[in-house]
């Protein structure tokens, strides 16, 4: 299910009541959704901690030389110039 802003404001009992009835109702507000009410226990509940600022991620290999902090500190000493 879904609602606006404004249906939210004027219907949430209605909206907590399908909720409560197992639905999930995704609030929208000009058109982007913002918000999800989700019945209790859902598989969709939110975690009560962090998982994390962006998940795994992978890079991809440049081919650029290792370089060590003695290599990195010279670079940026001869930089200062």
């Not at 404001?9 to 982007?32: D, F, K, P």
């Amino acid at each position: 299910m879904e609602a606006t802003a404004r249906e939210f404001n004027q219907r949430a009992s209605q909206i907590l009541s399908a909720a409560a009835g197992g639905e999930t109702v995704t609030v929208t507000r000009n058109g982007v959704a913002v918000a999800k009410v989700v019945p209790i226990g859902s598989q969709e509940e939110v975690p009560s901690y962090p998982v994390g600022p962006m998940g795994d991620i992978s890079l991809p290999d440049l081919g650029l030389p290792d370089l060590t902090d003695e290599d990195i500190e010279q670079t940026l000493r001869t930089m200062g110039g």
